[in-house]
Structures are given as C-alpha cells and as structure tokens.
C-alpha cells in the first residue's frame, strides 16, 4: 500500500461525533489567548491572571459541553476506552511547554498578536485529534 492509498483509507474513516465548531475556535483562541497574553511586556501578575482566566475558560467549554457526554455513551456502546494516548499527549505537551517558555519573550503588542494567531490555528487543527473525537473514527 504506498502513500496516498494509507491516506485515502484514513480519511475514509468519518468522525461520528465530530467536535462542535464553536467549541472547537473558542477553545483555540483562548489557548492561542494564554500564549500570547504570557508573551507580552505588561506587568506579570496581570498577565499570568489573564492567561490563567483564558486556560480555565478553555477548559471548562470543552469539557462542559454535552458533546463530552455523547463521546463517552459512543465509546461504551462500541466497547471503546477514552484513555487519552500518546498522540493526544503530545500536543499538550508543545502547548505547555510555550506556556512556560512564553514569558522570557516579552514582544510588543504585533508580536504577541503574531503568536496568538498562529497558536490559535495550530490548536484549531490538531483539536480533534487531541480532544479524542477522531480517534471514535477508528473503533
């Protein structure tokens, strides 16, 4: 099987429950928020608030939401775990580690509005892999 037949298979494999699309954007700008909140030169304690505010909301509408409750009731009835993997791991990962790494930048306000726009759209794409509604695809 060479390249493009392994990716035509893959996508042949439709998420059943995909992820809602506004919790899907709201939660990425509010990650791409935390970041970029973090990069900038205001006072520390304003900042690490506002960032802490933006994770906690990011959070609470993914988690929440009633789409959660489908996935799980999804899961039990194809005999499938929710136990996040590796792959789901990692980009929570890389997302920790620009929060920690964040506040050594200090950018002005177009850098950090740079960051929070590229941050934003990673985490919009990777979010279906990372919150586990691709991976009901495959069970």
Known sequence: MNLNEAYGAMRENLTPIPTPPWVRLGSSILLGATVALLTTRTHFFATLSGAAVCLVAAFVLVFAHPYRREMRSYADRHDA??????????????????IMLAPILGLPAW???LVWGAVSGISFIAFPHVDGTRRLAFV
């Open 81 to 98: 775990d929710l136990i996040p993997t590796i792959a789901q791991l990692v980009p929570l990962m890389i997302l920790w580690l620009l």
């Open 111 to 113: 850098g950090s509005a």
